[in-house]
C-alpha cells in the first residue's frame, strides 16, 4: 500500500549535530522525545555518558563513513539534572541559540499543506479545547475536523485472547483510576452516538492476529484524537 507524500517532516529538528560536522545523531529512548527547549532558565543538560557499557569512546576517533557502516548503538548519552527538581515539573534542557534562530524562522515561513481550503489542527490543540460529541463516520464529510486527526478509543476491560475478530462487547471501565494514562489507545472509527455513549470498531492491529471488535456504549472520556501517520 503507497501513501501520498503531503510533505517533509524536519527529521533534523530531533537530531544532534555539529555545525563542523555532516554526521547526525538520532537519538531513541522513551523520554528523550519530550524533553523540550528553555533557552533562559532550563534545568538539565546532556552530556556523552560516563558509565554506560554500550558507549563506545572510540567511535569518537572514527570518520562518518565508518560510523555510518556500524550496525549497533555505539554512542550513549546521559540527561543530568543541572539543579534540584521539584515532582511534576517539566524537564527542559537548552538547545542553542542556533536551534532558537532556526526554530523561529521556520515558524515565521511554515504553512499548512494542500488547497486553500485545508484546515489544520494538531490532535493536542483539539482534545485541549473540544470535550464535545465525537463525529461518527458518516459525519465526518460535513468537515467537522481536519483530516490530520484521527480517533483513538481506550478499549477499557478487553480479554484480547479470548474475543474473537467481530465480536461485539460492552465497554467496562477499568479498575485503576488512572487508567487513561497508563493504557494504550487505539484506532477506532466511531460508527453512532446515542446521547453520550457511543458504539466504535477498536481495530487491535497486530502482524500475527489482528482483530477488530465493535465496543458499545462507550463513555465520551475514553475516545481522544491522534495526530494521522506523516501529518503532525
Not at 31 to 51: D, K, M, T
Not at 110 to 131: L, P
Amino acid at each position: 500500500e503507497t501513501i501520498d507524500l503531503m510533505g517533509h517532516q524536519l527529521l533534523q529538528n530531533y537530531c544532534y549535530g555539529h555545525e563542523k560536522s555532516s554526521l547526525l545523531l538520532f537519538p531513541f529512548s522513551p523520554v528523550v522525545n519530550l524533553i523540550n527547549h528553555n533557552g533562559e532558565s532550563p534545568n538539565a543538560y546532556l552530556r556523552w555518558s560516563s558509565s554506560h557499557p554500550f558507549h563506545s569512546k572510540d567511535w569518537f576517533g572514527k570518520s562518518v563513513d565508518a560510523i555510518l557502516k556500524e550496525r549497533k548503538p555505539g554512542l550513549m548519552m546521559e540527561i543530568v539534572a543541572s539543579r534540584a527538581i521539584e515532582p511534576g515539573e517539566e524537564i527542559y534542557i537548552d538547545y542553542g541559540n542556533g536551534w532558537h534562530e532556526a526554530w523561529q524562522e521556520h515558524s515565521k515561513s511554515w504553512k499548512v499543506i494542500g488547497g486553500d481550503d485545508v484546515q489544520y489542527a494538531s490532535a493536542t490543540a483539539i482534545n485541549a479545547r473540544d470535550n464535545g460529541p465525537v463525529t461518527t463516520v458518516d459525519e465526518i464529510e460535513d468537515g467537522s475536523y481536519p483530516d490530520n486527526v484521527e480517533t483513538f478509543c481506550y478499549e477499557g476491560v478487553v480479554d484480547w485472547d479470548e474475543v474473537k475478530d467481530g465480536d461485539t462487547i460492552a465497554w467496562s471501565e477499568p479498575s485503576d483510576r488512572n487508567w487513561q494514562g497508563k493504557d494504550r489507545p487505539l484506532r477506532c472509527d466511531v460508527m453512532s452516538r446515542k446521547e453520550d455513549k457511543y458504539s466504535v470498531v477498536v481495530f487491535m492491529d497486530d502482524e500475527e492476529d489482528g482483530k477488530e471488535i465493535k465496543i458499545e456504549n462507550m463513555p465520551r472520556k475514553a475516545i481522544t484524537y491522534v495526530d494521522a501517520i506523516y501529518s503532525k
